[in-house]
Nanobody, 123 residues
Framework: QIQLVESGGGSVQSGGSLTLSCIVSGLTFDLRTMGWFRQVPGKEREGVSCIRWNGDSTLYEDSVKGRFTISRDNAKNTLYLQMNSLKPEDTAMYFC????????????????WGQGTQVTVSS
């Protein structure tokens, strides 16, 4: 059974930090592109960041560049998103996703998804 389980969300004040984690089981983690996405009620899911299977290439959505860092530990089947200098507009449900072939920030390109973890940033 393929599972992606996010954790690390919570409520922080503007300027604060959070680290999200996504533990993957049931698929070959080290051969997958992994991505972080977020969604606000009433809006489409948007790509935040992604990382190639070997970690040698990453992409970031413009609004998070310089504030968020994606990383992965293939030995632990875990994906991370370090989020610094958080802003109220970062408030959303954050999802991790995996795909063997995709690389990019388009949600439709990813096959496997977690259930999400809520991040709330107050001003």
């Amino acid at each position: 059974q393929i599972q992606l389980v996010e954790s690390g969300g919570g409520s922080v004040q503007s300027g604060g930090s959070l680290t999200l984690s996504c533990i993957v089981s049931g698929l070959t983690f080290d051969l997958r592109t992994m991505g972080w996405f977020r969604q606000v009620p009433g809006k489409e899911r948007e790509g935040v960041s992604c990382i190639r299977w070997n970690g040698d290439s990453t992409l970031y959505e413009d609004s998070v560049k310089g504030r968020f860092t994606i990383s992965r530990d293939n030995a632990k089947n875990t994906l991370y998103l370090q989020m610094n200098s958080l802003k109220p507009e970062d408030t959303a449900m954050y999802f991790c996703a995996a795909d063997r072939l995709a690389y990019g920030l388009a949600p439709d390109a990813y096959t496997y998804w977690g259930q999400g973890t809520q991040v709330t940033v107050s001003s």
